[in-house]
């Protein structure tokens, strides 16, 4: 039997890894599915979800040039949309623009314009900058002099 991509077959799992299992397509072919093709949840033990000599229906995903074939059973397994289960995650958070309100403790209204803000912030950058020369030069001894 010749094996495409995309079609669905039957084949029995002949042995398992920690990242797969292969798969007897039959007529002497086998095929890998990769751990991450084995069910619609997260698997981190291949061993619960599959055994040696299972029955199982795959899709071919790939074949390689070398003749190395790709498959999945998530993929054969059409689900209908009202069983495939629910999002595992919450739902995301609807985010507010972010707009700038000035600097901690500030009374900033509406009422300033762009060059008193920009003058505010320039202000509270020195004196940051400032902070933190004064507390580098501490660490030496307080100055600067006879270091290069």
């Known amino acids: 039997m010749a094996v495409e991509i995309g079609a669905l077959i039957d084949g029995t799992v002949s042995g398992i890894i920690e990242y797969g299992a292969f798969v007897d397509l039959g007529g002497e072919q086998n095929g890998m599915v990769h751990i991450s093709e084995v069910a619609n949840t997260y698997v981190t ?24 074939i790709s498959l999945s059973i998530k993929k054969a ?31 900033v209204n509406g009422s300033q314009s762009f060059e008193d803000m ?7 950058s020195e004196d940051k900058i400032s902070t933190l020369r004064r507390s580098g030069d501490s660490r030496y001894g307080g100055n600067k002099k006879g270091r290069k």
């Open 45 to 68: 033990n291949i061993r619960e979800h599959l055994a040696v000599g299972q029955q199982v229906r795959v899709k071919v995903l790939n074949i390689s040039p070398e003749g190395k």
């Open 118 to 124: 920009m003058s505010r912030f320039k202000q509270t």
């Open 77 to 107: 397994i059409e689900a209908p949309q009202s069983d495939r289960p629910q999002q595992s995650r919450p739902p995301r958070r609807q985010s507010t623009p972010n707009v700038w309100q000035g600097p901690r403790g500030s009374n």
